[in-house]
């Protein structure tokens, strides 16, 4: 079975701080893994994900992600906070060949200016 | 390029009444369609999924259920309501099996009173 835990159901940054979103996976194989972002009253929205490929990933926005195998870590950075980047992220896996994603709880990113 | 609708947007429905939840996708063929269900702080639950018409698989016993009458097309259904029914309920779609991406449509708020 596979699973996600999200460390911290809420982040709060100042406007131009460091974003770190953390994100640690259990698989029993080598997993693909997701960031999802998800903006008030809308649906999921996909950032990035990792596919067994690079293990630096980077998406839209400005957020990337580190695939670490040795930590069991999948955890989402952006160099400088904005305004508009507030909204809940997601971590999500799941094992190729299928198709079903496994969520985590959602850490909601607040930015204060 | 492909497209998720969804709809209703919002639903108030008294307890013990019917749902009746649709989703289609536009742009692509025999996708794979998936219901989540997101209720405040406990992430996202995939309810069921489907890999092609008449095909559901349900992760969730419960008494909600899902059709899939036509290729691109998912419907999600109660005879009876519950409160705990209430949540947000997410229509998502991807090309295949083998741990693609999953694209989310954008959401019914179901407020069961």
């Known amino acids: 079975a596979q699973s996600v835990t999200q460390l911290g159901s809420h982040v709060s940054v100042s406007e131009g701080a460091l974003v770190l979103l953390r994100c640690n996976y259990s698989?029993?194989?080598?997993?693909?893994l997701f960031w999802y972002v998800q903006y008030p009253n809308q649906g999921l929205q996909l950032l990035l994900k990792?596919?067994?490929?690079?293990?630096l990933v980077k998406g839209i926005n400005g957020f990337e992600a580190e695939f670490k195998k040795s930590e069991t870590s999948f955890h989402l950075t952006k160099p400088s906070a904005h305004m508009s980047d507030a909204a809940e992220y997601f971590c999500?896996?799941?094992?190729?060949?299928?198709?079903?994603?496994?969520f985590g709880k959602g850490t909601m990113l607040l930015v204060s200016p | 390029s492909q497209t998720i609708h969804q709809w209703p947007a919002t639903l108030v429905q008294p307890v013990g009444s019917p749902l009746s939840l649709e989703c289609t996708v536009e742009?692509?063929?025999?996708?794979?369609l998936y219901w989540y269900r997101q209720a405040a702080g406990r992430g996202l639950q995939l309810l069921f999924y489907?890999?092609?018409?008449?095909?559901i698989s349900s992760e969730v016993p419960q008494n909600l259920s899902a059709s899939r009458p036509q290729d691109r097309q998912f419907i999600l259904s109660s005879k009876k309501l519950l409160l705990s029914d209430s949540g947000f309920y997410l229509c998502?779609?991807?090309?295949?099996?083998?741990?693609?991406?999953?694209?989310f449509g954008e959401g019914s708020w179901l407020t069961v009173v």
């Open positions: 489907s890999i092609g018409i008449g095909q």
């Open positions: 742009g692509t063929s025999n996708p794979n």
């Open positions: 698989s029993s194989v080598p997993p693909y």
């Open positions: 999500a896996v799941s094992r190729p060949g299928y198709s079903t994603l496994t």
């Open positions: 998502a779609w991807s090309v295949d099996t083998s741990g693609n991406t999953i694209y």
């Open positions: 990792y596919t067994s490929a690079a293990t």
